[in-house]
Nanobody, 127 residues
C-alpha cells in the first residue's frame, strides 16, 4: 500500500499549483482521500477531503474557495488544485487515505483517523 504525493514547488503569492496523490497497492474506489499540511513549527492540519465516491467534499476555512479536491479513480489519482496561493499556505502537503470514508467533515480535521499516509510534497509560496 502506497500513496505518493507530488507536484509541490515554489510559487509566487497569487499563483496556482496542482498536487497529485497516486495510490498503489489498493483500490482507490474504497478509500476517501484527504490532503493535510504541516507548516514549519506547527501541527499538522486538515485541509481538503473527499468521500469514497468523490461526491462529498470538505474544506477547511483557510482553503475554502481557493482549493479544489478531485479524483480520477481510473488513474488511481486524487488532485488538489490550489489557486490564489498565500505565503501562509507554505507547508509540506500530505495525502492520506481512509477506508470507506463517507463523511469528509467528520475526518478532515482529525488526521489521526486516516489509515494510510504518503510522504509529503513541499509547497513554498513567496510573497
Amino acid at each position: 500500500v502506497q500513496l505518493q504525493a507530488s507536484g509541490g514547488g515554489l510559487v509566487q503569492a497569487g499563483g496556482s499549483l496542482t498536487l497529485s496523490c497516486t495510490a498503489s497497492g489498493f483500490t482507490l474506489d474504497y478509500y476517501a482521500i484527504g490532503w493535510f499540511r504541516q507548516a514549519p513549527g506547527k501541527e499538522r492540519e486538515g485541509g481538503s477531503c473527499d468521500s469514497i465516491s468523490g461526491h462529498s467534499v470538505h474544506y477547511a476555512d483557510s482553503v475554502k474557495d481557493r482549493f479544489t479536491i478531485s479524483r480520477d479513480n481510473a488513474k488511481s489519482t486524487v488532485y488538489l488544485q490550489m489557486n490564489n496561493l498565500k505565503p501562509e499556505d507554505t507547508a509540506v502537503y500530505y495525502c492520506a487515505a481512509k477506508y470507506k470514508g463517507l463523511r469528509p467533515a467528520s475526518y478532515c480535521s482529525y488526521y489521526s483517523t486516516m489509515h494510510y499516509w504518503g510522504k509529503g510534497t513541499l509547497v513554498t509560496v513567496s510573497s
